[in-house]
């Protein structure tokens, strides 16, 4: 069974820093791309960021480039989205999720990050 | 970046009925590269459509895909009960992956 299980999400302020982690299981982690959506409460779906299979390539969505930072460790099946200087607008559910390239074919529950002061 | 702009915002149909919904890309969506998924309340999003008509495993053919360039249509045959959800469309054409901002499947 796949599994995407996130953690880390916590209450933070204006202009701190949080590290989510995602550990996948079930499928074999090192030939899938993976990727961040986040999803504010009641809202639709903005992805976020996306790492190659190897780690070799990101990208970001302009609303956190510069701020956040994806990772992955193909030897611990383990996904992590370091973010910084977090603002108000990112509270949201972060998906840890999974697919060929562009689009997702695996996702977790995630994880609810909340900025507020 | 690409805008998708899905409508309607909210569709009331009843068990058995065909539904159909829509999303309209900002720019062409080269080599089909579109894909729809499914959220019921509480849930993670499920994978539909991908390649702009190709079924994801395990999705019943009652679901189609169906279009190219900046217009995209989702069909729903026969609706069944666990269909009324909120469907997203997304496109991978370009590096900025984007999504539609949902359309949201009631009972009638």
């Known amino acids: 069974e796949v599994q995407l299980v996130e953690s880390g999400g916590d209450l933070v302020q204006p202009g701190g820093s949080l590290r989510l982690s995602c550990v996948a299981s079930g499928f074999t982690f090192s030939t899938y791309w993976m990727h961040w959506v986040r999803q504010a409460p009641g809202k639709g779906l903005v992805w976020v960021s996306r790492v190659k299979t190897d780690g070799s390539y990101t990208n970001y969505a302009d609303s956190v480039k510069g701020r956040f930072t994806i990772s992955r460790d193909n030897a611990r099946n383990t996904l992590y989205l370091q973010m910084t200087s977090l603002r108000v607008e990112d509270t949201a559910v972060y998906h840890c999720a999974a697919g060929p390239s562009g689009y997702v074919t695996y996702w977790g529950l995630g994880a609810l990050v909340t900025v507020s002061s | 970046e690409i805008v998708l702009t899905q409508s309607p915002g909210t569709l009331s149909l009843s068990p058995g009925e065909r539904a159909t919904l829509s999303c309209r890309a900002s720019q062409s969506i080269n080599n089909n590269y579109f894909a729809w998924y499914r959220q019921t309340p509480g849930q993670a999003p499920r994978l539909l459509m991908y390649?702009?008509?190709r079924r994801a495993t395990g999705i019943p053919d009652r679901f189609s895909g169906s279009g190219s360039g900046t217009d995209f249509t989702l069909t729903i045959s026969r609706l069944e009960p666990e269909d009324f959800a909120v469907y997203y469309c997304q496109q991978y054409s370009s590096s900025s992956l984007t999504f539609g901002q949902g359309t949201r499947l009631e009972i009638k």
């Open positions: 390649d702009a008509s």
